[in-house]
């Protein structure tokens, strides 16, 4: 996909129309596919200068558009019948016969689907295909949806696009709430699409589509599977490069996102104090940013945030009003978000799940760490959410907790859970290879030690193996239960082994969840921070 990035509204519609028209010089009976909405206005405004001065001549041009409400009257003063007269049929040389809007007042609409798909086609295709985009992410009225229709086709509108659109209506009652629509396979047989997209309400989803994978729920996101798209796009609806930052308690990562592909990675020492953390962080986004055009900035931090103040155990953060203090130092606005949050919507926007909507990230660390994505949105309250390491696995007699409970997840499946039953039983099977590496280690086991004896073949080490994935399926099970997520990721030190994990874990699993392990690993707080 090419990216235009104009200064400003004037600019973008003069270069979409400097498009068309050029379309139309070079082939005068060219079929053009044609949007409605408030975008293409003013590419409307330019093509209709052109022709009054006699620079494009519109005779044997045909026109298609993208989609019509349903049901709607021609006459309608919403309709889109009504809209293209208003803004371009009726101002043009274009002969009304060769244009063609599906129509609304049919009383069979999967018939006038039918017909409508059937015309584009005997038509030869349409040479110039021009869209808006949804805030939702929609192209004609292609909604968000788990599957895409191909064909044109009638389909419910969102409730975000109703909303959208009854700035055109009286009352949001009146606006249709069905539509029909060119399907995303019709869109993407046109030879040549230019996507238009204007203003900041459109950032997050254009951010979403240079950024993100291919994602039904993004429809706009299918154009990346087409050979000739040009998105043009104002300052304001442009994303441009975005910089994420991940706080650990040992080191600080920095990533530069742009376009969907990482531009630049770094990383610093966590230094001790508060004050130290905060100015070497900013020095190194002013560094940055001064190297890159960067528009957004985003933290992923551990810990509680509340009302805009991080409280970290583990780092000098103490009601630390980290968002305001880094953007005062840096002066650009930065947004701070749980490091486990920023992971997961990494994962999910560059990870194995960019085809989901809905994941659970969870992370076998030293403890274990939860980031929930709904509906492609971070999950979040004004308490802790996503604490899934103290989910209570085992209710009677189970290993205490720190955090006050007993038989917490994260005390049987945290890679500390791990080496400790590893300890408890190799001490019990003094005879076990495992018991061999517990004492050659200093009286102490740990992951690699686990999997190097099961190599060995050491039965103990199997067992404990074979208990913690019992302990894995079951948290995953409940996750499954309470969350319904698209895919649940893992990740941390001991899923790179593949292997071992995976395929025995999806045995255990008594319900069908997709388990992936995580593709970005390490890097997937800096790059969530970078998206959100
Ligand atoms: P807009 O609509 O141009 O009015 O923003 C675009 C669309 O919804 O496709």
């Keep these: 996909m090419r990216v235009i990035v104009c200064e400003n509204y004037e600019e973008l519609s003069a270069k979409a129309a400097g498009l068309v028209a050029a379309q139309i010089t070079l082939k005068p009976d060219c079929i053009l596919g ?10 409307y405004g330019n093509l209709i200068a052109l022709c009054q001065k006699g620079d494009i001549d519109f005779s044997q041009v045909r026109a298609f558009n993208l989609d019509e409400y349903y049901p709607i009257k021609k006459d309608n003063e919403q309709s889109y019948c009504r809209f293209m007269y208003d803004n371009l049929f009726s101002k043009v040389n274009i002969d009304l016969k060769n244009t063609y809007i599906p129509n609304g007042e049919t009383d069979d609409p999967v018939q006038e689907c039918e017909r409508y798909e059937t015309l584009i086609r005997d038509s030869g295709g349409i040479d110039l ?16 949806d788990a599957t895409l229709n191909s064909r044109t086709h009638l389909t419910a509108l969102t409730d975000s696009t109703i909303k959208a ?12 709430k069905h539509a029909l629509t060119m399907g995303i396979a019709t869109i993407l047989r046109a030879k040549k699409i230019v996507l238009l997209a204007s203003g900041a309400n459109k950032s997050r989803v254009v951010s979403a589509l240079l950024n993100g994978g291919i994602n039904t729920s993004i429809p706009a996101t299918m154009l990346k599977t087409h050979p000739d798209v040009v ?28 376009g969907g592909a990482v531009q630049y990675k770094s990383a ?73 949050n920023c992971a997961a919507l990494g994962e999910i926007t560059f990870g194995n799940t960019t ?20 509906d492609g949105q971070i999950c979040r309250s004004n308490e802790n959410i996503g604490e899934i390491g103290h989910m209570i696995i085992q209710a009677e007699g189970g290993r205490a907790c720190p955090c006050g409970q007993t038989g917490c997840w994260e005390r049987y499946c945290s890679m500390t859970a791990l080496a400790e039953s590893a300890e408890e039983y190799a001490l019990a099977n003094k005879d076990s290879i495992l018991y061999h590496l517990y004492l050659e280690n200093g009286n102490k086991l740990s992951g690699k030690l686990i999997f190097d004896a099961m190599d060995r073949g050491c039965p103990a080490a199997n067992t404990v193996f074979d208990r913690f994935l019992n302990y894995l399926a079951r948290g995953i099970e409940s996750l499954a239960n309470i969350f319904g ?41 800096a790059l969530g921070a970078a998206m959100l």
């Design 268 to 340: 610093i020492k966590t230094a001790s104090s508060c004050e130290a953390i905060l100015s070497d962080i900013s020095s190194e986004i002013i560094r940055i940013m001064g190297e890159y055009h960067v528009k957004n900035v985003g933290i992923g931090t551990p810990g509680i945030i509340k009302k805009g103040l991080v409280t970290c155990a583990n780092l000098p953060f103490d009601k630390t009003p980290l968002e305001r203090l880094i953007s005062e130092k840096t002066e650009v606005s930065v947004c701070v978000d749980n490091d486990a």
């Design 355 to 374: 085809d989901c909507s809905n994941i659970v990230l969870v992370t076998l660390g030293t403890g274990i760490g939860g980031g929930i994505i709904m």
């Design 165 to 176: 659109n009854a700035r055109f209506f009286d009352t949001y009652d009146e606006v249709p």
């Design 231 to 258: 998105l043009i796009c104002d300052r304001d609806a442009y994303s441009g490069a975005r910089l994420g930052v991940d706080i650990g308690g040992t080191n600080i990562k920095f990533a530069v996102v742009d």
């Design 129 to 144: 295909q021009i869209l808006g985009i949804g805030q939702n992410g929609h192209i004609g009225f292609n909604e968000p």
């Design 485 to 525: 997520p698209d895919a649940i990721v893992l990740a941390g030190g001991v899923t790179v082994q593949k292997d071992r994990l995976l395929e025995p874990l999806q045995k255990k699993l008594k319900k069908d969840v997709r388990v992936e392990i995580s593709k970005l690993q390490g890097d997937a707080g």
């Design 34 to 43: 044609l949007a409605t909405g408030s975008t293409p206005v003013g590419m």
